[in-house]
């Protein structure tokens, strides 16, 4: 009976124990892995909406970013970029809040690159290819430039490889060069399945001619976004506040249920790659070809894939299907960041889910170098 005692005594001091020994590495975890950008010296803590006020007192054509993605409940008309001539305001993942200067489209480009006669490189991505949460002339379109004469960049934040075919569709002029297809892991196969139920999208996959005439429909779709974009902010402040208690509440749960140390220990789970997205490549492809301009694809990774068991069947089988296809493949997972000893310092603070500018400029380079192979 002693001996049964003391061997319920142990059981608990073991399982006590081992439960406290979790609690100090989710400690560890968290303050390896989450250093609080909050923390830095002069932090935002507005809301963007707060920002936005701010700046419009003393800025007249400064507007918060509006993407595409935003539209796909509209049935009747789809704007490919957000509003022109202006500074467009983005999200704060550095302390303040990033933005960039729109050409005469409504993308993140000086405006000159519409006037010269030849385009070497026009990328077309989501956030990541337009530099969101960054400042002006931080993203792969500018540091191209640099590298290489004249980019055009029609990324927009929230883009999918459906939007990203659209955008070549209405926007690439016959003297363009190369097209650079920058798709991140992250959740573009997610963003396609959400694309493909927008009646106006479907349009391009089923109608090889079909288009909306947007180079030529501007002053139409500032004026739609700027209807929407104060309904926007404001449900996007509220959402915010609305986050952030709950936030507060789940916190100490997360921590007692050693959120950070299951996250460690689980694969990820992503969206299986589908038949659709291959036929969207399909599709760019042979646009490609048609108007005899070379396509590049570029994998770019996510954050996850440096922090947590990750589930590699998508990246096989979309290198595999781009390879089988003769279509130049760009791995920035496998040429920059696992050669990186910490291949998070390639994020915005080490921790954040954006590249810094210093990563987008280190990926801008990969693409110049393979380009001119």
Known sequence: MIIKKKLILYFFITIISSYFSLIIFETYIRLLQNKNVKNIPNYDKRNIYEFFIDEIQSQKEVYVAIPPSTNLLNEKYFPLSTFSNSKNITCNETGQYGYFYSDRYGFNNPDYVHEKSNVENIIVGDSFGQGQCLGVNQDIGHYLRLLSGNSINYSQGGNGPLIYYATLREYMTSNTKNIIFLF??????????????????????????F???????????????????????????????????????????????????????????????????????????????????????????????????????????????????????????????????????????????????????????????????
């Open 184 to 209: 991140f892991e992250g959740n573009d196969i997610q963003n396609l399945e959400n694309e493909l139920k927008n009646e106006v999208l479907k349009n391009y996959v089923n109608d090889e001619k």
């Open 211 to 373: 288009s909306q005439n947007l180079r030529y429909r501007q002053k139409e779709i500032d004026q739609f976004l700027k209807k929407k974009m104060m309904a926007s902010l404001k449900k996007t402040a509220q959402d915010q506040l609305k986050t952030a208690r709950i936030a507060k509440k789940q916190k100490i749960k997360k921590f007692l249920l050693l959120y950070k140390t299951r996250q460690k220990l689980k694969k990820n789970k992503i969206k299986p790659v589908t038949e659709d997205f291959y036929n969207i490549i399909k599709l760019t492809n042979e646009f490609a070809k048609k108007n005899n301009t070379k396509l590049y694809f570029v994998y770019l990774p996510e954050i996850n894939r440096y922090k947590v068991k990750y589930n590699d069947n998508n990246y096989k089988k979309i290198k595999q299907y781009i390879i089988k296809n003769k279509i130049n493949f760009i791995d920035v997972h496998k040429e920059l960041f696992l050669k990186e000893k910490d291949p998070l310092i390639l994020f915005t603070n080490g921790n954040q889910y954006h590249y810094s500018s210093e990563g987008y400029r280190k990926v801008s380079e990969i693409i110049y170098n393979h380009i001119n192979k």
